[in-house]
Nanobody
């Protein structure tokens, strides 16, 4: 079992920045997991925002965020980050961290993940 905890959400004005963090609250470490950030707006399906390989050398992101969001990881700190810049009102959502063992990873999609955090709310509003 893997317990993921997100932090860093909050309210920010359009054009602002936030950095989300995802960490494992207990063993095992995240080193052998592909980690993804997903988001969900009430009434809509959860969507994949960005995923990062276990080593951190491969990432992929949603087209609408790839020029503004950056996913990264620090395995020494057992933490994965999502740096979000130039935020827009349409980025408002609950953001979830998710994980799957790297040997089982197929795609950065909701059904492709095994473990989920409880989410952190990001609100972009003036």
């Amino acid at each position: 079992q893997l317990y993921l905890v997100e932090s860093g959400g909050g309210q920010v004005q359009p054009g602002g920045s936030l950095r989300l963090s995802c960490t494992a609250s207990e063993f095992p470490a995240l080193d052998y997991f592909v980690i993804g950030w997903f988001r969900q707006v009430p009434g809509k399906e959860r969507e994949g925002v960005s995923c990062i390989s276990s080593s951190g050398d491969i990432t992929n992101s949603l087209d609408s965020v790839k020029d503004r969001f950056t996913i990264s990881r620090d395995n020494a700190k057992n933490t994965v980050y999502l740096q979000m810049n130039s935020l827009k009102p349409e980025d408002t959502a609950v953001y979830y961290c998710a994980a799957i063992n790297m040997r089982r990873f197929t795609a950065c999609i909701v059904r492709g993940m095994d473990f989920w955090g409880k989410g952190t709310l990001v609100t972009v509003s003036s």
